[in-house]
């Protein structure tokens, strides 16, 4: 099992982009949540499967069709305390 924490620059924000991460998550068997940050950035923990977080972390880097990501932030942390993909208040 691997967990990471992302924070995902660029055009994220107003576009779908957490609505698109949770599908995306849920669809892969993923637990975790995404935000919106005040700052302007998504941010996300992923967590299950090696192979799945690695795919989703890729798709995150295209994003949904709005989307323009400039850079993502990735570090290793521990997984969710509970089963499942939700998304959070702003944070």
């Not at 994003?63 to 944070?91: H, K, N, Q, Y």
Request: aromatic share 6%.
């Amino acid at each position: 099992m691997a967990a990471k924490r992302l924070i995902i620059a660029g055009r994220v924000q107003g576009i779908g982009y957490r609505a698109w991460l949770i599908e995306r998550a849920e669809a892969a068997g993923l637990s975790g949540w995404v935000r919106n940050r005040l700052d302007g950035t998504v941010e996300a923990l992923i967590a299950g499967e090696t192979a799945a977080v690695e795919e989703l972390v890729r798709q995150c880097r295209r994003g949904p069709r709005m989307a323009m990501v400039t850079s993502i932030e990735e570090d290793f942390c521990d997984p969710p305390p509970e089963p499942g993909f939700r998304g959070l208040p702003t944070w």
